[in-house]
Nanobody, 123 residues
Framework: QVQLAESGGGLAQAGGSLTLSCAAS????????MAWYRQGSGEERELVAS???????SIEDSVKGRFTISRDNDKNTVYLQMNSLTPADTGLYYC?????????????????WGGGTLVTVSA
């Protein structure tokens, strides 16, 4: 069983900054890719940024230059530094982690999602 604990959401003014954190925990697990998604009101969930276990990152064009994704592998934690926030960044932000673990001689993997942390940016 893998659990993801997100934190760091809240209210920010336009032009402000917030940092989100997501810590993955579970016995005997290996965390591979981690990512942040967001979902605005009435919108579909969209990928914001992702990072591999080796540190390779991918950032969506809408937030490139403003958001930075990073991770601490020792803590199985991923971060999303969000700068120059705009009201369009308002939404629920979800963390996703690709986890795997040994079962006998095989490796089993699954994607896990956090419950979401709300980011609200006022004009």
């Amino acid at each position: 069983q893998v659990q993801l604990a997100e934190s760091g959401g809240g209210l920010a003014q336009a032009g402000g900054s917030l940092t989100l954190s997501c810590a993955a925990s579970g016995s005997g697990i290996t965390i591979n890719d981690m990512a942040w998604y967001r979902q605005g009101s009435g919108e579909e969930r969209e990928l914001v940024a992702s990072i591999s276990s080796s540190g390779s990152t991918s950032i969506e064009d809408s937030v490139k230059g403003r958001f930075t994704i990073s991770r601490d592998n020792d803590k199985n934690t991923v971060y999303l530094q969000m700068n120059s926030l705009t009201p369009a960044d308002t939404g629920l932000y979800y963390c996703k982690a690709e986890a795997e673990w040994p079962v006998g001689t095989q490796i089993v993997g699954m994607d896990y999602w956090g419950g979401g942390t709300l980011v609200t940016v006022s004009a």
